[in-house]
Structures are given as C-alpha cells and as structure tokens.
C-alpha cells in the first residue's frame, strides 16, 4: 500500500516509525512530515490544514491510505472531503470529530449515552473546572482550586471563544485509552499516562504533553475490557444514533476517582506523546489495523506486548509560553546508540545540522522489560541530546515505576 500521514509531530513520527515495519507498506509519505519522518519516507511540503492540496498529492502519489494525526483538519473535515475525492482516510469525519471540537457537544453526548464524566455546575465556584468551548491545543481548560484562579480562567477562556463548560472538579489518577474502531468493532491499545504539567511534581501550567509511559499499573485486561465497555461502547452508540458515525481512534481522557472512572474529554485522533509510548510496545500490523478501520471493516488483531514504555520530551527553554528555532542540536545519533528512539516532536534540518524548531523538540522513548528499565534507558539517551535551553521533566514513569501511582 501506499501510505501518506499527515501531520508533522512526534505522534506523526512514531505512526510512520511503526507503519514503515509493515509487510503490506510498498511506499511512505508524509505532508508535511520532519526531519525524522523523512529519513522513514518522502515529506511533501503540504500543511495539514491545506485539505485541497492533500487531495491533489493524494492523486499524484496515487495514495491507497491517508492517515490523519492531527485534530483541527479532522475537525475542520478532511477526512469527507479526502473521501469525496475517492481516497481511503484513517479518521473520523467532522461530524465525529465534534466529540472532541466542541465541548459542549461532547457533555451532551456523554449525557445521553449515560457515560460517567465529571458533572456540568450551574454556577461557577471554586473548586471546579472552566473549560472554553473549542479546540485549544491543551490550553482552554483551567482547573480553579480559588476564586482568584477561577476569576483568571474565566476571563481567559472568554477570550478563547463564546460558550464555556463548567464541570466539578474530580480527583484521582489519570489516564489515556485509545480504541480502534470501525464504528462496530472495537480494538482497544495499552492504557497510557500522560504528564501534562510542565514541571517536575505537576508544577506549573499546562502543556500539550511533557511525556508518557505505558502500561498503567493496575489497568489489566479485563479493566480495560469494563472501561471500554462503560465509556467508548455507548459513546460509539450514541454518535451513530445522531447520524456521526466514529471511524478512527477515539481517545477517552479518563479519571479514575474513588467512586470510579469520570471522563474528562474525548479526542478524535491519537494522542501526543502517548502514541510514542504505546506504539512501540504494539506487536502486530499497524498499517492492517488503521486499513481495515479505513475499510469499515476492522479485523486485525494487534496487542500490547509484554513491555513497558517510558517517553520523555525535550522541549524549549521558554515551552509552554514560547517555542525556539534556529538553534542546533547534538547527539540524536548517541541516544539512538542506546537502544532507544527519538521521534522529531519540532525540529529543521539546514544541510547536516539538526536545528530546534517549536516547542516540543524531541521525544526519547525507551521499552523494557519493566518500567524502572524502560525510564533508565529513555533518561540515559535524553542526557546525551543537548541544544541550549533544552528542558525535560525528571519524573516521568517515577511513581508508576516505584509501585505507586501518582497523587
Ligand atoms: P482536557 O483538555 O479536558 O483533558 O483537560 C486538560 C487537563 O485538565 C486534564 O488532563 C486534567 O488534568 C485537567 N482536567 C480537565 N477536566 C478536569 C476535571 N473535571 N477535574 C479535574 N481536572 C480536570
Ligand atoms: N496528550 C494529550 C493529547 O494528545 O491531547
């Protein structure tokens, strides 16, 4: 098959990294990819947004799978109009992909569907949860222990667009599941955590993702079997009854509370970094899977297998509030050298040299046998890539590996 991904992060690197192990991958691009993509396939410089152009490279290319990583065209309806033009897509259309769009659309569908989530206020009053309604790439949600957060997240989230949500605040470990599906058929992949929080001990503002490890202690088998029964099942039932149909991955954003698990969002899409953690841990054929969803008929069997893995990002000196280019960066080949992978999160390549460019730069990702293996490795080759201002959290995996979970 030949294969485009569209998208040019980390997640989109690791979806190529995996695609490219496929025995049914004849061809690999990307629009617009990276330089860590373009040492897998062929980066075309189309952006992600630019769904007319996708559709005449998808023709030249004479593309068989379109595999989307981003939200925003998802949501703005890339996927119909690529299958308007006869191209087979790996994602849900745009009226889907509301459940991750709007929030307010997806309260309204986790009420229907009877699907625990954190309850909407009437009032807004600390503590609770203010959420702008839109996409804001991780940033319209703010948590308010104090009427001085609260007076600060509501103005901002004003000022990121018209309707807000306001939700209870809920408490308790956190984490990614993300389903594969047809619409019918369901393939849930490894639980992930995610570390939003910026700094060590979950201080600081919120980003889009400092790192990610998988599996999560305590979620077997058979808990993922009752969460994706409980969560993705009625919300699958529920999008098709309102004519919106889910193909593609959905991806619950999940508190697990003391009176049980509480969704906090959905994404339409793989999630960033912890598709860097789950994938590599993926035994089975990705390209099969991601075809067969495309297809409507999802039929592959890939697992987890019996590893751990352990993603920590090297971001800018000034990330969240500011990315950096122009500056180099050395020693990618060194980390490789340990075993582990780096996937280019924001990087440019200016002839031989590897220069920063936003502000997720790099993700080192390691698997092991366990996670106190998978952190040692991924630590080992982080402490070998260095650009000046680079910054990393140094917990990343820490409590999970230690036996308990986070607080
Ligand atoms: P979201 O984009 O909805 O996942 O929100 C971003 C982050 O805000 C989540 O990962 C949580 O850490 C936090 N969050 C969102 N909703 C709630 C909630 N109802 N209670 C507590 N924390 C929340
Ligand atoms: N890791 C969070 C996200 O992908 O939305």
Avoid at 153 to 158: F, M, N, T, V
Avoid at 242 to 265: C, K
Wanted: proline share 6%.
């Amino acid at each position: 098959m030949r294969v485009l991904v569209v998208g040019s992060g980390g997640r989109e690197h690791a979806l190529a990294w995996k695609l490219a192990q496929s025995p049914r991958l004849e061809a690999l691009h990307a629009a617009p990819g990276n330089p860590g993509i373009a040492r897998l396939g062929q980066c075309h410089p189309v952006r992600a947004g630019d769904a007319e152009g996708l559709l005449g490279l998808c023709r030249e290319l004479e593309t068989d799978l379109v595999v989307v990583g981003p939200e925003a065209p998802l949501v703005a309806g890339l996927a119909d109009m690529l299958r308007h033009g006869g191209v087979a897509v790996f994602g849900p259309s745009r009226a889907a992909a509301r459940i991750e769009g709007s929030k307010t659309f997806a309260k309204e569908v986790l009420e229907a569907a009877g699907v625990p989530t954190a309850a909407r206020l009437a009032v807004a009053r600390p503590p609770c949860v203010v959420k702008a309604d839109g996409l804001a790439a991780g940033k319209g949600v703010f948590v308010c222990r104090t009427q001085d957060e609260l007076d600060r997240g509501l103005r901002a989230a004003a000022s990121l667009g018209d309707e807000l949500v306001i939700e209870e605040l809920v408490q308790g470990e956190e984490v990614s599941l993300f389903v594969l599906t047809d619409g019918h058929e369901m393939l849930p992949l490894a639980p992930a955590q995610d570390y939003k929080r910026v700094g060590d001990g979950d201080a600081g503002p919120n980003t889009g993702g400092m790192g990610a490890y998988s599996p999560v202690p305590g979620l077997g088998e058979a808990e993922i079997e009752e969460l994706v029964e409980t969560i993705h099942r009625p919300v699958l039932a529920e999008l098709a009854r309102r004519g919106a149909p889910f193909a593609g991955l959905l991806y619950a954003g999940l508190m697990l509370t003391d009176d049980g698990p509480r969704v906090l969002e959905f994404n339409c899409r793989f999630g960033d970094p912890e598709t860097q953690s789950i994938l590599p841990r993926l035994e089975g054929d990705l390209l099969e899977a991601l075809a067969g969803v495309a297809a409507g008929a999802l039929e592959s069997r890939v697992s987890a297998g019996d590893t751990a893995a352990v993603t920590v990002v090297l971001a800018a000196a000034d990330y969240p509030e500011r990315g950096d280019s122009g500056t180099p960066i050395e020693g990618v080949e060194d980390a490789e050298a340990t075993g582990a992978l780096v996937f280019h999160a924001a990087t440019a390549r200016r002839g031989s040299t590897l220069l920063t460019n936003g502000g997720r730069i790099l993700n080192v990702t390691a698997t092991g046998d366990d996670l106190p293996a998978a952190r040692t490795t991924a630590y080992d080759a982080a402490a070998r890539i260095s650009f000046a201002g680079m910054r990393l959290r140094r917990d990343i995996g820490l409590a999970a590996a230690e036996g308990h979970v986070r607080g």
